[in-house]
């Protein structure tokens, strides 16, 4: 029991174009297509309008001294 090898591709193929039709799947390639491109779009103009941040040591950080409370049973 190995991969699939190209013929099994091939039937898989066929039988996906036989049930979705050939225009479902130009349109899901289309769809995919614009929203990989939107994406990218968006991360290029967000990298842009945002400045990059200086990493800081967390060493370096001052501690924050909290007090827990109990939470009181029913």
Known sequence: MGSLSLG????VLLIVV???GTGKLR????DLG???KGFK???RSESE???PQ????ARASSTIDVQAKEKSGS
């Open 41 to 43: 779009e968006g991360m």
């Open 18 to 20: 036989l049930v979705f």
């Open 27 to 30: 349109n899901l390639g289309k």
């Open 49 to 51: 309008e945002t400045p």
């Open 8 to 11: 099994h591709w091939l039937i």
């Open 34 to 36: 614009g929203a990989i």
């Open 54 to 57: 200086q990493v800081s040591d």
